[in-house]
């Protein structure tokens, strides 16, 4: 399946004075404290550099347990902590993933197909 | 900077303390150590409790105030100091300054957490409070689910099999059975520990600390005012407090803090000491994996051999340097707000030469205690005085 198209974009920010491109919305920029923050879209595509799967969960994701944890190094940059959707293969460090639904820092990512 | 000492210390067990209100295991506690210092309790010119959840599982906060009170000290500035699982070495960091920088000559340090009360759900949340909430708890990520994160990560660079990560755990376990104020001692088999519930792979559940209450404190002074005191003085080297990123995807390497790295480095050099110096260390074992990273952070083990160290006994006591001779987190037990004060208390007593699992001959030791996802972190070490 081709991932270029239908994958969702991640929201990030980048400052207007300096660059600096950060994860999620803030106040001011870490790096030269201005507050001329614009949003950005990166494409939700990237590596895994870890995951795990959470058997006891917090009280609000109880029904969804057992469910897989990613952090995923994005092909744009930034690294991002996010699901494994449930009918997604398993995932490996290393393996390429792309995501299949984003809802404000929840993020759900997909491996993506073996050629 | 003027030197300070160690005169006294003090500590409840470490478990169940159901029924008996948070401030007076605090008072307790602290009791013992002001008896243990044998100095005028007038002279006390400044209190630090560390502490994390009070707020949310008990309702109360000013405990610093409340423990003073109760110990009938002086009217003195009285602080309680939060940073999640470093709540007490933070609070012993503060003390230390307002000694070493002139503003008072003795001061009490004091950790406190009673947990054990609440249910799972009470307390999954009270604990998440440590996570940057906006950015990595709507995943659904939990505080063992960090830890599994890096357990992977440590098996993929390093070959790190089950075996050895369990060999952290039989030793602490083995440790806590001889350790008076433990929780949680035990002789357990790989067998048992690879058959235990499956918590966050590869996580299973002695990889895990129990959920603990308890409360330990000290009497610092400075240099010249240890004579005076009852108890036998204990120097301090060096204590240091660093930040680490505030969010799981901040970290560079999830295998590593750097927190620590950065806290042990300046801890060392200030104590004018290096890691080969160190007897004995209670360091940060809230997950097995954990004491396997910070062994290395800390410079103790070299990177990527922290398992295979504890497999081949160079951590028990005994071996080449001794890693949490009081059983650790894992084993003594948790009460978050108290652990680092209880490490502390553990060094001191080693340091004396009157520990119940006594590492023969020790001189230097070491605590780290590490908060958050790593976002905060303290370095201590001690030295016998001579």
């Known amino acids: ?115 | 900077m003027r030197e300070v000492a160690i005169v006294g210390i003090g500590s409840t067990p470490f478990g169940r303390h159901a029924g008996t209100p948070i401030e007076q295991l605090g008072v307790r506690a602290a009791a013992e150590a002001l008896l243990d210092a044998g100095i005028d309790r007038a002279r006390i010119g400044a209190v630090y409790l560390g502490n994390f959840i009070s707020g949310p599982l008990n309702g109360k906060e000013v405990l610093a105030g409340i423990v003073a009170d109760q110990l009938g000290l002086p009217n003195v500035p009285c602080t309680k100091v939060e940073g999640a699982c470093a709540s007490g070495g933070i609070a012993f960091r503060h003390a230390w300054m307002a000694i070493a920088s002139g503003q008072c000559d003795a001061a009490l340090v004091v950790g406190v957490e009673t947990m054990t009360h609440a249910n799972t759900a009470q307390t999954t949340a009270a604990l998440n409070c440590a996570m940057d909430n906006e950015h990595d708890g709507p995943s659904g990520l939990t505080f063992p689910g960090l830890f599994g994160l890096a357990w992977r990560i440590h098996a993929e660079r390093h070959g790190t099999t089950r075996a050895q990560v369990s060999a952290v755990v039989r030793k602490n376990k083995r440790n806590g059975l001889l350790n008076p104020l433990a929780q949680m001692g035990a002789d357990l088999s790989d067998d048992q520990i690879a058959a235990s519930a499956s918590i966050c792979d590869p996580l299973q559940l002695y990889d895990c600390c129990p959920t603990s209450d308890g409360a330990a404190a000290l009497v610092l002074v400075a240099k010249p005012l240890a004579r005076e005191a009852t108890g036998i003085p204990v120097d301090v080297l060096a204590t240091v407090q660093t930040r680490g990123a505030s969010r799981i995807a901040g970290h560079p390497d999830l295998c590593s803090f750097d927190a620590t790295v950065s806290a042990a480095q300046r801890a060392y050099a200030m104590a004018g000491v290096t890691a080969a110096d160190i007897d004995l260390v209670e360091l940060n074992d809230c997950f097995s994996i954990a004491e396997i990273i910070d062994s290395e952070d800390l410079g103790l083990a070299p990177r990527g051999q922290g398992a295979i160290w504890a497999a081949e006994g160079r951590t028990a006591v005994g071996g080449q340097v001794a890693i949490n001779p009081s059983g650790g987190l894992l084993a003594k037990g948790h009460p978050v707000g108290a652990t680092g004060v209880g490490q502390l208390y553990e060094v001191v007593r080693q340091l004396r030469g009157t520990h119940a699992n006594q590492v023969k001959g020790a001189e230097i030791g070491m605590t780290h205690n590490l908060g958050g996802t790593g976002v905060a972190c303290t370095v201590s070490i001690l030295r016998r005085s001579v």
Not at chain 1, 15 to 20: D, I
Not at chain 1, 40 to 54: E, F, L, N
Not at chain 1, 83 to 89: I, Q, T, V, Y
């Open chain 1, 1 to 115: 399946m081709g991932t270029d198209d239908r994958s969702p974009s991640l929201q990030m920010v980048r400052c207007a004075q300096c660059g600096r491109v950060d994860t999620a919305m803030r106040p001011v920029c870490a790096g030269c404290l201005s507050s001329d923050l614009q949003p950005v879209s990166v494409p939700a595509r990237g590596v895994v550099a870890s995951y795990t799967t959470i058997r006891r969960a917090p009280t609000q994701f109880r029904d969804r347990q057992p469910y897989d944890i990613v952090v995923v190094d994005l092909d744009a940059g930034p690294r991002v902590t996010g699901r494994l959707s449930a009918d997604s293969a398993p995932a490996s460090i290393g393996a390429r993933v792309h995501a299949v639904h984003v809802d404000h820092a929840d993020t759900v990512f997909t491996l993506d197909e073996q050629p």
